[in-house]
DNA sequence: CTCAAACGGGG
DNA sequence: GGGTACGTTTGAG
């Protein structure tokens, strides 16, 4: 009997056919626990109608069925529910995963059968939902165990949970490559490691005067000599910042070219690309690559105040430290001249430490997700906000006799994109002008809590009689039943539950313990699945696709943010802008705004429950115009100078410098100074400067990426245009090269007038004002009233813009 | 107005 | 390894 830490889980073996659940013994020696036992099932529908003789003839029709030479193992009657109904299914269980798609396909033709379900789900993620095993905990195994080999392997006979809550010690290695381009090629030129251990180096051919740095001989020297450094240190997770997309894709195809492989696992087998969606995800057996910005990217941004999720910006919110930039070019002069190195070593193993840091607060955040969905840690940490419900619902419906509903067909999807967007959260729009002392209120889980007590469910939908005692939507026809849990609610239901008494927990914990961690983190986690769980029904790809329950969920969402905003007025405060579960008001004090919440927590029903965020001493609230959620776009200072900027998205590298630039001088004039003749007579001066060829040229640099080959470009862009003019004059230039431009002065159309921007000897001041600075100042300007022609116009600002501030008024 | 193409992260 | 599709914004035509 072994005590077991699982890790993640795969599946192979003969026709991959057997579980493979890889994680650490109590004593610390990483294991593989195989699972020769569960076989594959899925479920089809009788036909409606049919009788019981029809139906054990089917059945019997099953059981004798061969396809190439494979019968099932076993074929059942089935009851469960979809959407409330009650379904008759006979449920076919077989040997190897790939024989449910021969089966399936066969089956589904015949006449007494309407339709098949369940028969698309990954064998081992089936496996965990129907044994209840979760990854990230304990099990003990009984088994036989053979530890010939690296690592122990065990045949499991039996796999029982446990509860315990220790963490063992977890191997974990962070690496990170640096690129530079040669010709038409990227060459690997630098790689770093670092591990949990206190081991790190950086690997390179050129030397460097750094203690850490290893020599190797070349390119093909430093994939292999990774390769070794990372099975010797043999960590069970391997960490990267955006490494599906970048560090072992580059790592992979440059292996590929030298003709040697690239292994980083616990077994011979190459690191591989799984689809998923639209990006492949860098695999590697025996070990999880952790990839941060997926998480990063799909859960954490909501939660993140930085508008970029570079390492750097991210690092610097969460560790609160970052990297030292490196520009591009300058690491590309550094190694071309082989001078200067001792930076680009530095920051390559900057890069790893961060990841590694990261992972340190991340992982155990992720680390419960996996647990609440039950899903291993390759899988869950690449998840978007709606698969972790959907798997979160697949695990529940085993446990509660639910059947799952198919997936629906890319048809289906494409119909559900363009049904007509619904009503989403009401927007109080923003008052002009800079505002003062400004309280942050918003409702805590307020689409949950609208879930719970108005039973929000596909099933419990205009359910039952009218006359029974129903829930009904404001404004629309719909009720929902108020007798008939629905499934949906129920499962949220459990999650608060869950959480409620993890916060009681935690009231008598220590916050500066790892069990209080621990705990912050899992009700943390139940929070992000219990939010998510409105834009899952409004997600096309849903299984438990419901637009009227979403539609139901908003129409009740803005009823009770309206209903706040009256009160909050009838008691003279002024509402400054509001927006779906959020409002901000000015208010005299804190105790002013602890007024308001508690005379507002006293008209709302249930779970509802307003909740104070914070104050600011000044901020700007600009309309978003586009779109139908409205975005919020604001910027706000507190009390400590701490500066809050949302949505102003002008951070991109389509836009040129100048254009950045302009945005954030003004933005900080309006927060700082709370002036807004400043901030207007910024975006004057720069339109002046511009008009006179007074501003330097590289500000007027526009980045594009080619993304295609230069052929195949239909749409002739300014980037296009430049790559032209550039490669006939000699450059290389190749898909997925940075073209970098200057609009032209000249004739013709904007496209026409784009300069590689090496060539560039002026820039066309009417495309800059009225293209990128006007446009990126406007965005805040306009909140304080100003219109184009004040920026335009010569001179300095004339009149007083000090109406435009705004301060907490008395009462 | 519609449609195609780019953004993100990484270097 | 059995299903494969991000959400949003900008510019050209």
Known sequence: MVRFFIIDVQQSGPDKSEVMLWGRTEKGEPALVIDPTFRPYFFVECKDGISKREADELMGKITELSLDGVKPVGVEFKERKLFGKEKKLIKITLP???????????????????????????????????????????????????????????????????????????????????????????????????????????????????????????????????????????????????????????????????????????????????????????????????????????????????????????????????????????????????????????????????????????????????????????????????????????????????????????????????????????????????????????????????????????????????????????????????????????TLKKLVKKRREIKDGMDKLKPDTDKYRVMDNRQHALKILANASYGYYGYAGSRWYSRVCAQSITAWGRYYIQKVIRKAEKMDYEVVYGDTDSLFVRVRSRKDAGHLLETVNKTLPGVMELEFQGLYKAGIFVPAKTGLAAKKRYALIDDDGEITIRGFEIVRRDWSLIARETQEKILLAVLRDRSPEKALNIAKKTVQRIKKGDTSIDKMIIHTQLTRPLKEYEQIGPHVVAAKKALQRGRPIAEGSMISYVISKGTGTISDRAEPAEDAENYDPEYYVNNQVLPASMRVLAALGCKEVDVLSEGEVQYSLKTFIKKGKKR
């Not at 990267?240 to 894709?249: P, S």
């Not at 195809?253 to 990006?279: C, D, Q, S, W, Y």
């Not at 992972?359 to 998840?383: A, W």
């Open 96 to 490: 190897k995963p790939a024989d449910v798609i021969k089966f399936r396909d066969t089956v589904k033709e015949w006449n007494d059968v309407k339709t098949k379900y369940e028969h698309s789900i990954t064998f081992y993620r089936r496996y965990l939902i129907d044994t209840g095993i979760t990854p990230l905990t304990w099990v003990e195994v009984e088994g036989r165990e053979s530890t010939e080999g690296p690592y122990a392997v065990i045949e499991a006979e039996k796999i029982t949970a446990l509860e315990d809550e220790d963490y063992p010690k977890i191997n974990i290695l962070a690496l990170d490559i640096e690129l530079v381009e040669e010709g038409d090629e990227e060459k690997i030129i630098m790689v770093s490691v670092k591990d949990n251990r206190g081991f790190r180096k950086v690997l390179s051919y050129k030397k460097a005067n750094v203690d850490y740095l290893e020599l190797v001989k070349d390119e093909k020297g430093l994939i292999q000599r990774l390769s070794e450094i990372v099975r010797g240190r043999d960590p069970d997770i391997i960490v990267t910042y955006n490494g599906d997309r970048f560090d072992f894709k580059h790592l992979s195809a440059r292996a590929n070219k030298f003709g040697i492989k690239f292994v980083l696992g616990r077994t011979a087998k190459e690191a591989l690309f799984k689809r998923r969606g639209r990006v492949y995800a860098a695999w590697i057996e025996g070990r999880v690559h952790l990839d941060l910005f997926n998480f990063v990217e799909n859960i954490l941004t909501d939660t993140l105040s930085s508008d970029s999720l570079s390492l750097d910006s991210v690092s610097r919110e969460i560790l609160g430290k970052g990297k030292k930039r490196l520009e591009w070019d300058e690491m590309q002069k550094a190694w071309e001249n082989s001078k200067g190195l001792e930076r680009v070593v530095k920051y390559c193993m900057t890069d790893s430490d961060l990841a590694l840091s990261l992972s340190k607060v991340l992982l155990p955040q992720i680390t419960e997700l996996c647990r609440i969905v039950g899903q291993g840690l390759f899988d869950t940490s690449r998840m978007t906000y709606s698969q972790l419900v959907e798997w979160l619902l697949m695990r529940e419906s085993r446990k509660t006799d639910e059947l799952i509903p198919n997936r629906p067909k890319f048809e289906e999807i494409q119909i559900r994109r363009k049904a007509a967007p619904y009503t989403g959260g009401y927007v109080y729009p923003p008052k002009g002008g800079i505002h003062q002392n400004i309280a942050l209120f918003d409702f805590m889980s307020l689409y949950p809590s609208i879930t719970i007590t108005h039973n929000v469910s596909p099933e419990t939908l205009n359910c039952g009689s009218d006359k029974d005692p129903v829930h009904r939507v404001p404004g629309t026809d719909h009720y929902y039943c108020k007798t008939h849990p629905g499934f949906i609610p129920e």
